[in-house]
C-alpha cells in the first residue's frame, strides 16, 4: 500500500488498524508559529469518537490524542506534528465468528485480493477507526483556515429518502444525527434507530459547506479544487458518490438556467458551487456526497469463505447503523486538508 | 499553475491553449516494447474533434498528432512520449466582442482572479481543447490496457431529463450523441437541435464501464481506485458530480439491500460498481458523471467587465450544444490513465 | 517544512526534535507476506544510538522501537508500519547556556531564518536523533533487499588524513570506529580521543558498498540511481559530498583509463562505481561520502546572540568527537531506501 | 521510465532523444506576469549548444527553440510553458558501426539491461543532447531568479590535473573553456586538443557559485537545498561527485577549523559554502562536481556486443574531447531550476 499519503505542501502520512496499537498521523509542511494544543485535536476527534450517542456505534474508545512532536512551548515550530491515538477496545473475540468469512458490501474480499492477507481483526487497514487519522490532521488544517477566516461545515442532509429541508448552522451539533434542520432531526433519528432494531442500516447523504475562501483557489487542469476534494471525499470509506453545486441537477438545465449571471454586487446565483474552472469563485462551496449504509449487519447474508465455500454471515460487532452522523466531522477534516495545501500551492504560486 | 501533471509513475504532463501555437503532452513512465503509431491515437483524437457531426461544434481543427519522442522501430522504447497537435483554426476574433467581460458560468473570472492575467482568446487553458492532450495520452494508455485485456467504455446516459434505458455497447459510436440506447438517440439529438436552435445549451449524464479490470487494484486509504477516478473525472471541464454503482441511490437504501452477496460463482449483484474499500472487485466498474450545459450560450446575459461593470454579453463564438458527446472519449482517455498508473503501483507493491 | 518524506513507492515519513517526547517513522509501499518483527528494527538502532562505544557520545538513549501498525501474525500487511521511538535522556538543561546563542558551524542560525522559531532544546529537529527514524525505516528495507540478495556495507574510510587501506568486511562491525581496515583502527581511534580530549572534532570519510543489485535499477533522467543516492547522502547532517567509483578521482582520468571494458566474463574494472547512464550496471556500488567534524566543540567559539550581538560560546552538551562511526548504519539505511524505492518503480515500469 | 519529472511546485518534464525528431520541455509552476520571450531562452541554448568553439563537438545543431504556450502578450501566464527544439543533425548513419556493440563507459549496455531496448542512434536518452530541454527550463528558472537578485554562475574549475586558481567572474565567457582563471585557460585548451589530437577525452571539474539566496532556502530533513543540489547535479550525464564548500578538504578538518565563527558583521568564513542544516545561510552557495573524461572515444576498445560476444569498438561519431565547457550552462541550468522549486516550496510554508 502506498497510498497512505495526501498532499502536496501541506502533508499527511497516516497509519494503524482497528484492531492494532495505536492509529495516528503526521502532518508535514505546518506553518510555523501558530498556536496549538492537544485540546484543538480532542475536541474534534470527540466528535468523530464512537459512542457519544444513541444512534452511533456504541462501542468504547476514548480516542485520547498524544501530540508527540512539532509543538515548542505551545507553538507550531514548522517540522513535523506527529499525533497519537493509542487504540483501547481491541475485542478481537468479537470477529472470531466471522474470522474465514468476506463480508457482504465489505473491504475484507478487496483486501485480500490486494494484500494476501487476512486480516480478520475488525477491518484492519479498512475500519472506519483509520479515520481518527484524518480528524486529528484535520483539526490541524482547521486552525490554519480559522486564521483565514475560513470556516467548514458539514451536516446530515438526508437519512435514507428523508431530507433536510432548512439549513441552520447552529442547530448541527444540537441533535445527534448532525443535521441542519432541527424539524428533520426527529424523523432522522427514529429511521436510524428502525434500522438499528431490524439488524439493517440505512444510507444518507451529507453536505458540506465552506466559506471564507477567497478567489483563486485550486491548480488547473488536474489539481482543480473540485477534483481533489472529490478525490478526497471519495477516498472516505462509505462514500459513493459527489456533486458539487447543483450537481446532478445540473444535468436536467439548460445553460441559461445554470450559469451564474455577474452583477457589480456580486454572482446572483451559486448554481456552480463555489468553484468554476477548478478555481474557487469566492461564493460559498457547496457539495454533497452520497453515503451508502454501513455494510456491516446483524442479519444472515449469504457469502463464501476464505476457501470460496458458501457460507452464511452474521456479523456480531457493534457497528453504526448509519454513518452519516461520524462522516460529518471526517468530511470536514479531508475538506480541510484540501484546502490548506491547495491555499499553500498557490501562495508558491507567486513565491 | 502547477496541476497540470497527472499520475505518480505513469505520468502524464499536458500544455496548450485554445488559441496558442498548440496543445500536447508527455506522458512519461511507459511500458517498453509495446507497438505504437500515430494512428492508434489519431483514431481517439478523431472521436474528441470538433466538427465531427451535427450535434457538435462546427469549428474545425483536424487535431493531427505528431509523436516527437519515445517510438524507435514502432515500439516504445520506455522514454517518455510526446504527442503534438498544433492549433490550426485560431479565429481569435471570434473573440472580439467578449475581450472585456467575464462570460457567465465560465472560468474567465477566476483564472483571472488567480493568475492576475487576462487571456481573452478563446478561454485560454481553460478550454476544452486542453483535453486533446488528455485523449492522446489515454490512446496510449488504453493501448497498454487493451494487451491486459481491459476495455473502457463511456457513452452518453441522459441528455437533460432524457436517459438511455438500455445498454447496447456495439451502437455507442453508431450515433452522434454516443447513448447506449439506440431508441433514445433521436431524442437525445432532437433536444441538443432544439437547445442549439434556442441560442442554449443542455446538461446530461455521461456513463462509464470498464471491465477486465482484475480484483485487488488501488492504493488505500487516499489513492482508492475510486478516489483517483472522481479526481480524473472532476479534472475535466464540465462534469459537477460522480456516482458510483448506486451512486446517490444507495444512499436511500439499507446494507441489506445494497450489500452485495457473495456465491462460490461470484458477486449476486453490483451495488458497489466494482470498487469496494477502494479496491477493484473484479466486476465491472461502472460510474456516472453529472454536466453541466455548456457555459458559452449567444443569448444575452448579464454580467460584469474586467473593471467590475455592469456589462451584457453575447457569446458569438461556435460551441456545443451539449457537452456529453465529446467528453464520452475524454472520459474514456482520464479513466484509462488512472488504470495504468494504480495498476503499475500495485506491480510495484511487490517489486 | 514539507521535506520529511522520501520515496515515490515506497515512502518515508520522519518525526521527532532532539528533546521533544519521540522520534519515529511511517513507511508505506511496504510489500506484503514479509516476516518482520521489532528485533529486525532493533538490530540497526543499536548500532546507530548514543553511548555504544569510547568514541561517540556518552549521551544515553536505549532506543527502544516500537512496532505500532502495519504487522499482523508476525508478517507485513503491506499497510503503513509506524515505529516510535520515544526519548529518554531529555537533559535540555545542558542547553540553558546556549540557549540565545547561535552555535557556530550549527543549524540554530538556518533553522531560525528559515522558521522564525527558536528550539534550542538540543537542536530539535536538526539534531542528529532524527536519523534513528531513518534507521528504523532502513531496517524494513534492508529486510527487503535481504531477500533479493543485496547486501549493504557501509564503513570509516577516512579520520581526519588517515585512510583505511584495507576493505575486510567482516572486521567493520569488530572495532568501535566502524572502518573495513583493521590496521588503521586503532589509529583512527587515537585520532578521535585526541580530539576530543583536546574539546575539538575531526572529520573523515563514509564508503559505501552495495553488491547484489541487478542492472537496470534508476529512472533517468531525473531520478537516477545516483542522483537518488546523492539527494540521500546528502540529506544526512554532517555530509557534504559523495562521490561514485573513481568519482574526483575521474576528473584526472583521460577516456581510456576511465571507460570499463567489457568481456564476455563481464567488466573488466569498475571505475564508475557500479552505475552508468544514472542505471545499475551490475557491478558492485561503490561511493564515499565527506563528512565534516562534528560542529559541537567545547572550546570557545566567536559568535552571535539571538539579537545579532557578540558573544563568545561553550558547548557542555555531550557529543560525538567525530561523526563517522555512527553515520555508517544511517548512510547505509538511506541507501536501502532508495535503492527499495527504485526497484519498486522498475517494477511499474513493466507493471 | 518515470524519471523524467523534476521539481514539487515548479515542475519540468523532459522529452526527446538525440536521434528523434525533437526534445523539449514542459515547464509548469511559472510565476505569472513575469516577461518573457524566446530569446531569453536561445541565449541559454547558444551557450550549450554543439559546435560552437574549436574545444566543442564539431556536430552542427541551431538548437533553435520555439516557445509553444504558456506565454500571453510578452509575459508569462501562469500555464504550463512548452519549449520545444527540432533536431537537426541526425546522422544516424555514423552509428551504423557500432550498431549492435555496447560503447566502454557509456548507457548504451543499462538501457538495454532496463528497457529491453537497443535504441543505437546516438546514445538515445542517454544523450547529452537531453541537457537542451534542462537549459530551456533553467532559462525561465533564472530569469525569475534574476528577479529576486539571485545570480548562478558556473566554470570550468579543472580540466584533468590543471586546476584554475583565481576567481574571475567576467572572463568565464571569453574563454572556450569556460574557467575563471584565464591565465589557466591556454593551458586548459591545450589539454582538451592534445586529448583529441590522441582520440582521446580527459575529465574536470565545475564549480558552481550563487549568490543572492537568502538564507531560509531548503526543506529539511530530505528535501535539503544541497541535497537537492546533489540530486540535480548527479542527474547530469558524466558528472560523478559533488561538494559543498570545503567538501571533502572538511574530511581533513578538525571542528575547530571548519566551523564557521560568526560576529554581528557575519560570517567570518564560508567553509560550508553557503548551506548548513540543508538550509542557505546567506553566504554564498558553492559546491564543485567531478566530470569524468567523456565516455565517446575514437581508440579501439575491448566490448561485447548485444549477444555477449567479444567485440572491439571504434567510436566514429563527433564528441566533445572534454564535456567541462558544455556542462557550464547545464549546471547553473539545474542549479536555477533547485532554487525556484525551493524558494517556491518556502513561500508555501507561510501561505
Known amino acids: 500500500m502506498s497510498g497512505s499519503i495526501y498532499g502536496k505542501v501541506f502533508t499527511v502520512s497516516t497509519f494503524g488498524e482497528s484492531h492494532g496499537r495505536a492509529v495516528g498521523v503526521i502532518v508535514d509542511g505546518v506553518t510555523p508559529g501558530i498556536e496549538l494544543d492537544e485540546r484543538d485535536i480532542q475536541g474534534e476527534l470527540d466528535r468523530r469518537r464512537p459512542g457519544q450517542s444513541a444512534v452511533t456505534t456504541q462501542r468504547k474508545e476514548s480516542d485520547t490524542v498524544q501530540l508527540m512532536s512539532g509543538v515548542f512551548a505551545g507553538k507550531t515550530t514548522g517540522t513535523p506534528l506527529m499525533m497519537l491515538i493509542f487504540n483501547e477496545d481491541q475485542r478481537s473475540a468479537d470477529y472470531g465468528a466471522i474470522k474465514d468469512l468476506f463480508r457482504p458490501g465489505h473491504a475484507d474480499y478487496t483486501y485480500a485480493m490486494k494484500y494476501g492477507i487476512r486480516d480478520y481483526r475488525g477491518s484492519g487497514r479498512a475500519s472506519g477507526r483509520e479515520t481518527a487519522a484524518r480528524v486529528a490532521a484535520g483539526a490541524v488544517a482547521k486552525k490554519l483556515l480559522a486564521a483565514k477566516g475560513i470556516k467548514i461545515l458539514a451536516f446530515t442532509a438526508a437519512v435514507g429518502k428523508l431530507r433536510a429541508e432548512k439549513y441552520c448552522a447552529d442547530e448541527i451539533e444540537r441533535n445527534p444525527v448532525r443535521t441542519a434542520d432541527p424539524d428533520a432531526a426527529p424523523g432522522m433519528i427514529e429511521l436510524i434507530r428502525q434500522a438499528a432494531a431490524e439488524q439493517n442500516s440505512v444510507g444518507g447523504v451529507v453536505e458540506c459547506r465552506i466559506s471564507g475562501v477567497p478567489a483563486g483557489i485550486g491548480e488547473p ?66 457539495f454533497r456526497v452520497a453515503v451508502k449504509p454501513t455494510s456491516s449487519i446483524a442479519q444472515a447474508q449469504r457469502t463464501v469463505d476464505v476457501n470460496g465455500r458458501e457460507a452464511v454471515c452474521e456479523i456480531r460487532g457493534r457497528h453504526d447503523p448509519c454513518l452519516c452522523p461520524r462522516l460529518v466531522p471526517v468530511l470536514e477534516a479531508m475538506s480541510a486538508l484540501v484546502l490548506v495545501d491547495l491555499i499553500k500551492q498557490h501562495a508558491a504560486l507567486r513565491g
Open 221 to 286: 487542469v488536474f489539481d482543480k479544487l473540485d477534483a481533489e476534494l472529490a478525490k478526497a471525499a471519495l477516498s472516505i470509506g462509505g462514500v459513493k458518490g459527489i456533486e458539487f453545486g447543483a450537481g446532478f441537477g445540473a444535468a436536467e438545465m439548460t445553460g441559461r438556467q445554470h450559469n451564474d449571471e455577474m452583477t457589480p454586487a456580486g454572482f446572483k446565483s451559486n448554481h456552480a458551487g463555489g468553484i468554476i474552472g477548478g478555481i474557487s469563485t469566492g461564493e460559498e462551496i457547496i
